[in-house]
Nanobody, 121 residues
């Protein structure tokens, strides 16, 4: 099992931008859902965005219009472009890789270790 590896976190001021990356190896014959979640101390992990193998995307209402998820299949990497950042976006951001039970592939769910995003006012 190879866990996803996040990178790109850092500290920015309100209104700034960051691009997170999630390196997640995949078997080309299988279908995957790559998702971004975030968590702050004392709170539950919350969904941010996801992208499926077919390129369809989904966003939490709190980030719609500001965040964009994309993928580079050749690099096995998913990106989260975060613009117009707010202090409430401060969190540890995690990547989750889910391999679907399709086309003879077995279900698998793996989390990365996270990358920290801090937005100061």
């Amino acid at each position: 099992q190879v866990q996803p590896v996040e990178s790109g976190g850092g500290s920015v001021q309100t209104g700034g931008s960051l691009r997170l990356s999630c390196a997640a190896s995949r078997i080309s014959a299988c279908r995957y859902v790559l998702s971004w979640y975030r968590q702050t101390p004392g709170k539950e992990r919350e969904f941010v965005s996801r992208i499926d193998s077919d390129g369809s995307t989904m966003y939490a209402d709190s980030v719609k219009g500001r965040f964009t998820v994309s993928q580079d299949n050749a690099k096995n990497t998913v990106y989260l472009q975060m613009n117009s950042l707010k202090p409430e976006d401060t969190a540890m951001y995690y990547c989750k890789k889910v391999r679907l039970i399709k086309l003879g592939c077995q279900y698998q769910e793996l989390w990365g270790q996270g990358t920290l995003v801090t937005v100061s006012s």
